[in-house]
């Protein structure tokens, strides 16, 4: 399929913005030699004249915003060279799109981290080896994400005309320059020159095919046939589920530290995260609304993810302007907000995935929602982690942020039918499932699981720090260890489910749920508790995945989208009792008390697993 025209241009404006800029930055010089961002002056390496250091400040600023602008041109630029590469080999095209996109976030990050160092520059204090090394891993990213992105559009490039094959020999043969410029410092001039030689080509391929004449014919209203549109969709679920999954990991490990870091009682803490997880039991709303609503005439499903991502990303960009104990009702207000939009995206994109997906893709739509969750838990808390140990916390919020502004993106490429099939329509005659005694016990499972099984897991990183004094940069890492454990945990899910059926599972789901809990409860040394936290990340995992298959069993085909969005929201009733019950157990009992409560209260569940299986009857199967 030919590439899109505006897209093109688009992306040939963002390429010649970013070459023009990096000109401009050239001719930005600091005070006493020095290099951007000036790490002599920030490590302490270098002492400052008042003079100099108001001339360091100055040109620092200007540079930001420069630099600001170039990452808008930066994003604009791979959106059109994704498309271009899309239309010549669809897969290389889509990663080409994912790493630059991911390179531009990482360079808002390395930004972000300096911004950090030159605040506590300004009051008199110097940053540690320890940031120094954090910056470099985060620089190093930032540039060898777009150089695999570059590598990955060479073979499509080198198809067309002279500006394309320049570009192509730019993203292959002058990678190995530019690699070597990264790690010698005398020769760190030619990594700034590749990005420009890169953007200069780029944006002259991009223009030139923007121009070319592309005949399309008129009677046809599809815009993109089914071969590109599935990678695009596809891309967007495991997409909102990476931005989701880092929301979920600040909200579940770190958002209790960081209003402890503001000396808030763990009860306080308790009832924010109650009040912040309404919107998710209210989410049952905007799923009905989407079934019924054409918002602006523009589909069921895109204008509401686009609505809540919208949402979603303000609040997390404001939250730092906020100070929790002089300034809680903003702040409580900005977390509201960022559920709102997260409970608005999550719903409808849960929606479009089973209005769009058919049967053969539906575990591939699964396995993507569910790895983009768990990979985002993994990354994002090591950076949370490190962040958080250096006091940075406002950018974890800008980088959840930043995340929500790549998937915008995506959500905005994606396509969706303006009306829905017949056969997708509304049925009333459907609610009459939700009489039925196997579903309702099914859904008092979904309130006792989550409450114990959340709440456990969000006071995880308290206990590992003010229990086992563990340092909130280790607290990241323990974090990422339980992604892991989730992520694996999901993924065996399903095969096992289909081997010992759902009974048994949901069954061992339980049982080594709550013994999983139990162990945490027992378990005193830091060293035993990375097993312990990688095996209570297994359990979380497993039983999230067999738990919402079996929800899917359970939604009524006709109202479907509806049915799972009542049973999440059920279980939200369970973490928001949960929570508050944590925080009170905690201040009252302790750590390890709290954990032996909710591994019991896991059990309570088993004998409603043996009622439902026995007055479960058949799916309604509808004509």
């Known amino acids: 399929m030919p590439p899109s025209r505006p897209i093109l241009r688009l992306g040939a404006l963002g390429a010649t913005l970013a070459a023009l800029l990096l000109l401009a930055m050239a001719f930005v010089s600091l005070p006493a030699g020095m290099f951007y961002p000036g790490l002599e002056a920030l490590t302490g390496g270098l002492l400052l004249s008042p003079a100099e250091q108001s001339a360091y400040l100055t040109g620092m600023r200007l540079l930001f915003v420069l630099d600001g602008l170039f990452l808008a041109g930066w994003v604009l630029a791979w959106v059109g060279i994704g498309e271009l590469v899309r239309a010549r080999q669809p897969l290389l095209g889509w990663l080409t799109l994912i790493f630059g996109l991911a390179g531009a976030l990482f360079d808002f990050s390395e930004n972000s981290l300096i911004l950090g160092a030159l605040q506590t520059f300004q009051a008199g204090q110097f940053m540690s080896a320890n940031w120094v090394i954090a910056w470099k891993a985060v620089q190093h990213i930032s540039y060898w994400l777009p150089f695999l992105a570059a590598a990955l559009a060479a073979p499509a490039l080198w198809q067309g005309r002279w500006p394309e094959k320049a570009a192509a020999l730019t993203g292959s043969l002058l990678l190995v320059p530019a690699a070597f410029g990264l790690y010698f410092p005398d020769l760190i001039l030619l990594s700034v020159l590749w990005f420009l030689v890169w953007f200069a080509f780029s944006a002259l391929s991009l223009w030139q095919n923007a121009g070319q004449h592309v005949p399309r014919p008129i009677e046809r209203k599809v815009s993109m046939p089914a071969s590109s549109v599935r990678p695009l969709r596809l891309s967007l679920f495991a997409a909102v589920y990476f931005v989701e999954g880092a929301v979920l990991t600040y909200f579940s490990a770190f958002n209790v530290l960081y209003l402890r870091s503001f000396e808030l009682s763990f009860s306080l803490i308790g009832i924010v995260g109650g009040i912040t997880l309404l919107p998710f039991i209210l989410k049952i709303f905007v799923g009905l609304l989407s079934d019924r609503v054409n918002l602006f005439k523009q589909g069921h499903r895109k204008p509401y993810i686009v609505l809540g991502l919208v949402l979603q990303t303000l609040a997390f960009a404001l939250i730092p302007q906020f100070n929790p104990s002089l300034q809680f009702g903003a702040y409580l207000t900005l977390m509201v907000l960022a559920a709102v939009g997260m409970s608005t995206y999550d719903t409808t994109t849960d929606g479009l995935s089973i209005d769009t997906t058919p049967e053969a893709d539906r575990g591939l739509v699964q396995g993507l929602m569910v790895g983009g969750r768990a990979v985002s838990a993994v990354l994002t808390a090591a950076l949370m982690g490190v962040f958080s140990q250096n006091g940075q916390w406002p950018l974890i919020f800008y980088m959840i942020a930043a995340l929500g502004l790549m998937t915008l993106i995506l959500a905005f490429l994606v396509e969706e039918k303006k009306e829905r099939a017949p056969e997708m329509q509304f049925s009333k005659a459907a609610f009459r499932a939700f009489k039925d ?132 929201a059920v279980g939200n009733f369970g973490i928001a009792g949960g929570q508050p019950l944590a925080g009170a157990l905690v201040d009252s009992l302790g750590f390890q008390p709290m954990f032996m409560i909710f591994a019991a209260i896991h059990l309570l569940a088993l004998p409603l697993v043996f009622v439902i299986f026995r007055v479960r009857k058949p799916a309604p199967v509808v004509a």
């Not at 892991?484 to 096992?496: F, S």
């Open 437 to 568: 005694k196997a579903f309702l016990l099914f859904l008092a499972v979904g309130v006792i699981y989550p409450l114990a099984l959340y709440s456990a897991q969000g006071m995880v990183g308290a206990y590992l720090n003010e229990g086992l004094n563990i340092s909130l940069g280790m607290v990241g890492l323990y974090t990422s260890v339980f992604g892991i454990g989730t992520a694996l945990g999901g993924l065996v899910g399903g095969p096992l489910m289909r081997k010992f059926g759902q009974r048994t599972s949901i069954l061992a789901a339980l049982l080594i749920t709550s013994a999983a809990t139990f162990i945490l409860a027992l378990t005193s040394s830091a060293g035993l508790m990375w097993a312990i936290v990688f095996l209570f990340g297994f359990a979380f995992g497993y039983y999230e995945t067999v738990y919402f298959a079996l929800g899917m069993a359970f939604s009524d085909p006709r109202i479907a989208a509806f049915m799972f969005s009542v049973i999440m």
